[in-house]
């Protein structure tokens, strides 16, 4: 009931954006058959297997525009913080003395929010190259690698692109013990020498928090700024779209590169064949999703 909520209220919010939009209009911003959207989620299908407590979306509408759809860029989202977090896991098993940081770079905002990206990522680039460079002093000599997702957002007074991410250190790195100084004495102005008009830096350890699991909530706040974009408002979100589209905006490097962007939105089935399982479909109505037909059982069904 919960995860259907979420995707009902992701849903009922992208239909709020899209009335204030015509075909038209998303067309001219370069969105190619906008009516997939506005029927995207329309239906749902999710199998119950009952005997281990899983449920599974197996199928759906999915328009996969998850810059405009709340919808898509959850599932993207969901997608993505399992394989990092499958990927953490391993990295954390080889090299069990690293753990992770939430850093925040920013850079000044601009009227032209192609080239304040451009500027943004190309001076990360440049920080993150610094790993490999051991004759030239920088704070990325003690990362191991990182995933970052680029947040956009602009409140009237120009664009602000920012990166927030997640940094793999050592443990008993200064930035774990004393994450805040660490920012402001190192971080800070080896940022601002690189973009050469911000300054403004965060880092923080991630707290454990349960056992299984321990630091899924801070990759869940790392991604959830990738699913953003449509929270511009109409207008923003028109000029916004074609500059965005095409552009990585969640990305690696180091011990976490090589994750592969979802090419599909529905769960993964691995280890449930031979299972049996309830079969629910659903459907977008009234605000939220509702059971469109009886439940059929399925015995030992692939």
Known sequence: AKRLNRYGTARSVTNALLVTISDEELRQAGVTKPERIRHCGEWLRFRDYYTIGQHKLTA?????KPLICGLCAILRGSKLLASYLARLNLVRTVEPRLRPVMVTLSVRNGDDLSERLDHLRASMKLLHGRRHLPKQPSV??????????VEV??????WH?????IWMVDQNHESLTNSRMWALQKL???????TGDSFI???????????ENPYAAGFCEVFKYAVKPAELGRDRLLEA????????LVASFGCFRGIKEPTKLTDDLDG?????????????MHGGYHVAQEPVHHENHD
């Not at 990325?140 to 997702?149: A, D, F, L």
């Not at 779209?241 to 990585?248: A, E, S």
């Open 188 to 194: 800070s102005p080896e940022w601002h020498a690189i």
């Open 153 to 158: 957002v602009n409140t009237g007074n120009g």
């Open 241 to 248: 779209f074609p500059i965005l589209t095409g552009k990585r």
């Open 161 to 165: 692109p920012h990166a927030h991410a």
């Open 272 to 284: 449930l064949k031979g299972l049996p399982y309830f079969e629910y479909f659903y459907r977008y």
């Open 201 to 211: 830096v965060d880092a923080r350890p991630i707290t454990p928090t349960d056992e």
């Open 60 to 64: 759906g509408n999915f328009c996969d």
């Open 140 to 149: 990325m000599h003690q990362v191991s690698g990182g995933v970052y997702s």
